[in-house]
């Protein structure tokens, strides 16, 4: 069965450290995933994707994701937490045909950058 | 950039009501979604649409039906609200890449 899986409920970390939010998956084929945040009250927000290419991807707020083919992973990094970044994020890979696709995601992390 | 809309922020209504959920979209996508949100159980797929008056069941479609008569419009429907429905409901948009999600609407039944 294809699905998405966020092993860690919650990360803490302290601002100014890297972090890393984890992410592995299980679909057939070339997967096509995708990291959301989501602020307090929010609609998702789109940070980056991985499609085909480099297996690291850069995204928007100064995000990264490293995609992992022989472990089945794209963690997502940032090198210097701001207290800013707490939010829930969640992992997505996208299933289907074209035309005919869907989506599966994750169970969401959420983020607590200390000051 | 990509802006979709969903009616109402906030709704409270009672069980066995009728409840009208709508999305609209104003970048042509092809594809839309609603999903329902819950704490510890991440999002799920309720119904999808890739055209016009087309659509296709999720993962959890019980209880709700959906319309699509324009491209832009997603309605998500509630035939006869039950407590379980009360959630955090999400519309998203895509045209084959990431998707561009509404605010949400959070939906209390009692």
């Known amino acids: 069965a294809q699905s998405v899986a966020q092993p860690e409920d919650q990360v803490n970390v302290a601002e100014g450290n890297p972090l890393t939010v984890k992410c592995t998956y299980s679909?057939?084929?070339?997967?096509?995933l995708f990291w959301y945040v989501q602020y307090p009250n929010r609609g998702l927000q789109f940070l980056l994707k991985?499609?085909?290419?480099?297996?690291l991807v850069k995204g928007s707020y100064g995000f990264e994701a490293e995609f992992n083919k022989s472990q089945t992973s794209f963690h997502l990094k940032k090198p210097s937490a701001l207290v800013s970044d707490s939010a829930l994020y969640f992992c997505?890979?996208?299933?289907?045909?074209?035309?005919?696709?869907?989506?599966?995601f994750g169970t969401g992390t959420r983020l607590k950058v200390l000051a | 950039d990509v802006k979709v809309t969903q009616s109402s922020r906030y709704l409270v209504k009672r069980t066995g009501e009728k409840v009208f959920l709508e999305c609209v979209q104003d970048?042509?996508?092809?594809?839309m979604f609603w999903y329902r949100q819950d704490p510890g159980l991440g999002l799920r797929l309720i119904y999808f649409?890739?055209?016009?008056?087309?659509?296709e069941k999720g993962d959890i479609p019980e209880g709700y039906s959906v319309s699509r008569e324009k491209k832009e419009r997603f309605s998500l429907i509630l035939e006869s609200a039950s407590t379980n429905q009360t959630s955090m409901y999400l519309c998203?948009?895509?045209?084959?890449?990431?998707?561009?999600f509404g605010p949400g609407t959070r939906l209390t039944v009692l």
């Open positions: 997505a890979v996208r299933r289907g045909t074209s035309g005919t696709y869907k989506y599966i």
């Open positions: 679909v057939s084929g070339n997967p096509y």
């Open positions: 991985y499609i085909t290419g480099d297996n």
């Open positions: 998203a948009s895509s045209q084959q890449g990431e998707q561009f």
């Open positions: 649409s890739y055209d016009v008056k087309m659509k």
């Open positions: 970048m042509d996508h092809e594809n």
